[in-house]
């Protein structure tokens, strides 16, 4: 049932984001479309069972979590750059300053980030909802969020000593977490209602999501991530693994997704697929 959910999530954003980027055309065009190809599509499908739980239209809800994809796509364009972590290659194909060059990877992520606030603005619902997603969604991307996190990952390769737990895990809460949390929580948030349980569910996600890539990144298959592996431990940086060790490592994350899990209760059943989620984050291979 939830890898029935998980791929009707990829296919409807990928219908939102082709419609969204219908009208565009050149170079920067096909370098947006590029990067918005592929992916688990985690937080489109965190977007779209928030809003399935609380009677969210279909449409509504796969533009919301088309937004989240273009910004996702924007902070993986730029992350990729030789300025930040140099890396040639994302989700198996040539990042985009590989395929085109830097200026146009810049150029992308800057258009996807400016395009999702659009798809937010001209959302079918009341002003004040698109309000509150566009101030959230700006808060969880910029200097109190992802932005944040990526400032303090740079900083962390040429600290003089290896990050703490209680720092790595603010420094995640920012870069990985953040954008999580928001999608985790759009759906109450377009119909109006409490987003405290699905906040907690998605902080909750969000951390035990980093501690699986800090463990992919160590017992992981590169071909299958599509991407580098070990480059925090060949740069000598601080993750959870090398600060809870392996064993410590998982045992964590699953502490989390008990804690993700038991944050649905007020859901019931009905909120079965974000459980199934939340194990799925902690047991893919990608």
């Given at each position: ?6 791929t009707?999530?990829q ?10 980027m219908e ?13 918005c190809?592929?992916?688990?599509r985690l ?21 919301t979590?088309?937004?989240i994809e ?24 040539p ?23 659009e798809?937010?603005s001209?959302?079918d619902a009341?002003?004040e909802?698109?309000l509150?997603l566009?101030?959230?969604?700006a ?6 969020g ?13 600290a ?13 809460a ?6 999580i ?13 409490d ?8 902080q909750a996600?969000?951390?035990a999501?980093?501690i ?20 925090d ?13 392996m ?19 007020p ?8 459980k ?11």
């Amino acid at each position: 049932m939830f890898q029935d959910a998980l791929t009707d999530a990829q296919t409807r954003v990928q219908t939102a984001l082709d419609a969204a980027m219908e009208p565009l055309d050149g170079i920067i065009a096909d370098a947006m479309r590029y990067t918005c190809s592929g992916g688990k599509r985690l937080r489109a499908f965190l977007v779209m069972e928030g809003a399935r739980l609380h009677d969210v239209a279909p449409d509504v809800a796969d533009q919301t979590a088309a937004a989240i994809e273009m910004i996702h796509a924007y902070s993986l364009v730029h992350d990729d750059l030789p300025c930040m972590d140099n890396d040639d290659l994302r989700r198996g194909v040539p990042t985009v300053h590989i395929q085109w060059d830097e200026a146009t990877a810049v150029l992308t992520g800057d258009a996807l980030q400016t395009l999702a606030f659009e798809v937010l603005s001209n959302l079918d619902a009341y002003a004040e909802v698109r309000l509150a997603l566009i101030s959230s969604m700006a808060k969880a991307a910029g200097a109190q969020g992802m932005v944040l996190g990526q400032a303090l990952d740079i900083a962390a390769e040429t600290a003089e000593t290896p990050l703490t737990l209680k720092q790595i895990t603010r420094l995640q809460a920012g870069k990985t977490g953040a954008l999580i949390e928001w999608s985790g929580q759009a759906g109450a948030i377009l119909a109006e209602a409490d987003p405290a349980p699905l906040r907690q569910y998605a902080q909750a996600l969000g951390l035990a999501f980093q501690i699986a890539d800090d463990i992919l990144d160590i017992e992981g298959d590169a071909e299958k991530a599509g991407k580098r592996l070990q480059k925090d431990t060949e740069a000598g940086k601080a993750t959870f693994v090398s600060l809870l060790g392996m064993e410590g490592a998982k045992a964590r994350a699953d502490e989390l997704i008990v804690q993700a899990c038991d944050a649905l209760s007020p859901y019931g059943d009905a909120a079965g697929n974000l459980k199934a989620a939340a194990r799925f984050v902690i047991d893919r291979d990608t």
